[in-house]
């Protein structure tokens, strides 16, 4: 039984040292990842390159997504907003919704499941094939010259993307709201325009996509750079990657949100 | 006299784990232009010697000189500069996949020099000439066999005509002519550049054909040297089983295990 007892202590204190050993690896690959960035901006095509591939790559989804999710507002908004003979205020229920939080939020888990997971398996297939190890022997530090570049690319492109992602559904909206069902098209848009204010929901919108871009890039290269070079740890590596990065967005969504939107 | 041994290694241990030693008081010496082959069966610590000797671990205890300068005494700035004079072929080439075979044997000149691209085209197709794959310089990795790829890496590794080429295990997995292609392209690209080679290897024929000097390893330890004919003629009966591929013999064919009849459970049956 004290067997027992000891044992699940010594298990606990294992997982826990485990977890802060990677946590403390995290933070030292992200302090160097900044630090050796100087590579990709002296060479900003290497950034364009993964612009192409995180960014670019990933506006289909996030364009396709951003419709639906603002059609789907537009009807639920009308049907409860016409309860309370308020409907002219749909455009604004569909901005601010997406504007403040349905915009960066599901911007940021389509982000993570599409280019976070491909970021991380082809870095974690770099180093099974010994890729990395290569370019090491070569001279060339792969944090300089692969992992740099990927993270500042995934670090543009996350705001952009979710800026995309809120107008396309603001135009989801509008096609639901105004042209489907018939509400007054001035009264939409007029309405969005004063209730929306640029400082408190753009701009707090943006910071939200920033700090998720900063937050999914980093734990989808990092998940790949500590990957065991197997098939089977790659494959864990990039499910890991969407399981925590989508965490770390919902989390990271209500610490600032709570801090943005203190009932003002 | 030091100065024509390239590489020398003196009472080299390493270890992840104390307990068990992967490499044991090691000492080589590596003389300059030769192709020099470390040899022995899996396990037995001839990958972690080149890793000292790139570089990338740093020895325990003892010494691993490279051109004179003691690998383990430089920071990371020196390091890179030491291994920009060096070059490795992989056991699978480890090409980058995501560009083509003329993008990865320009890869080191574009990183490492201002070279302009016409003149480093002209490098890249010397290179690929050198290892008779210049028409394939707009194919992909994946567009390659494996032999092909072991080629295109091997022009890679020589982008820099480096002062020491070092070989991972380069015969694994290839078929005769490719194998005879890469056998032959390492004695005259070491010969042609006036490089040293080192050739870990477990490939007995294509090793002691193609070598001027081995080493052969096991657990750690350097337990007999020679030329290729001296291996040959080697009566250490570990060497001897290595060379003539035997079955059983000091490493033996079974994994450690119980009696067989134990785990057979006959004694329970008749007792």
Do not use: C
Request: cysteine-free; charged content about 20%; glycine content about 10%.
């Amino acid at each position: 039984m004290a067997e027992r007892a000891v044992f699940s202590v010594r298990k606990l204190g294992h997982t826990t040292s485990d977890i802060v050993i990677r946590l403390g690896y995290a933070v030292r690959f992200i302090v160097l990842t900044l630090m050796h960035s100087g590579t990709s901006f002296r060479r900003f095509g290497l950034i364009i390159r993964e612009l192409y591939y995180t960014g670019v790559q990933s506006l289909i989804i996030i364009l396709v997504s951003g419709l639906f999710v603002g059609m789907v507002l537009g009807l639920q908004g009308y049907e409860t907003l016409q309860t309370y003979g308020s409907e002219s205020a749909l455009g604004v229920l569909v901005a601010l919704s997406l504007v403040r939080e349905l915009g960066p939020v599901v911007a940021g888990l389509l982000f993570a499941s599409r280019a976070g997971s491909a970021i991380t398996a082809e870095i974690g297939l770099m180093k099974a094939t010994e890729q990395l190890s290569a370019m090491e022997m070569m001279a060339v530090d792969p944090i300089a010259r692969v992992v740099a570049p990927r993270f500042w690319a995934g670090f543009i492109s996350m705001p952009l993307l979710a800026a995309m992602f809120s107008a396309m559904g603001i135009f989801g909206g509008y096609l639901v709201g105004v042209v489907l069902i018939g509400v007054d098209e001035g009264s939409f848009w007029s309405q969005m325009q004063n209730a929306v204010d640029f400082r408190e929901d753009i701009v707090n919108g943006v910071i939200k996509s920033v700090v998720f871009g900063f937050a999914v890039t980093w734990i989808a290269l990092f998940q790949g750079y500590d990957a065991p070079p197997t098939a089977e740890g790659v494959s864990g590596a990039t499910t890991r990657t969407v399981v925590t990065s989508s965490l770390a967005i919902l989390g990271l969504d209500f610490l600032l949100t709570s801090f943005m939107f203190r009932g003002v | 006299m030091a100065a024509d041994n390239l590489i020398e290694i003196k009472d080299v241990d390493y270890w992840y784990d104390k307990r068990r030693a992967i490499l044991s008081g090691i000492d080589m010496v590596i003389p300059r232009g030769k192709v020099v082959a470390i040899m022995g069966i899996s396990g037995s610590g001839k990958t972690t010697l080149l890793r000292l000797i790139g570089g990338v671990m740093k020895a325990r205890k003892g010494e691993v000189r490279v051109d004179g300068q003691l690998v383990s005494d430089l920071d990371t700035a020196g390091i890179y500069k030491l291994r920009s004079r060096m070059g490795m072929l992989f056991q699978f080439g480890a090409l980058f996949t995501d560009m083509t075979v003329f993008d990865n044997v320009a890869f080191q000149m574009r990183e490492h020099t201002n070279l302009p691209e016409r003149m480093i085209r002209d490098l890249v197709y010397l290179k690929l000439n050198a290892v008779g794959l210049r028409g394939a310089h707009r194919l992909m990795p994946s567009e390659l066999s494996g032999g092909m790829a072991r080629r295109v890496a091997l022009a890679r590794a020589i982008a820099l005509d480096p002062m020491l080429m070092l070989y991972d295990e380069p015969f694994t997995g290839l078929d005769p002519i490719s194998l005879g292609v890469i056998r032959n392209l390492i004695r005259s690209l070491n010969d042609a550049l006036g490089a040293t080679s080192i050739v870990v290897t477990h490939d007995v024929q294509e090793a002691l054909e193609l070598v001027d000097y081995v080493y052969y390893m096991s657990d750690g330890k350097v337990v007999a040297h020679g030329t290729p004919q001296e291996m040959l003629a080697n009566d250490e009966p570990l060497v001897h089983q290595f060379v003539y591929g035997e079955a059983d013999g000091p490493v033996p064919f079974q994994y450690p295990s119980r009696n067989y009849g134990e785990d057979l459970k006959l004694g329970a049956r008749h007792g």
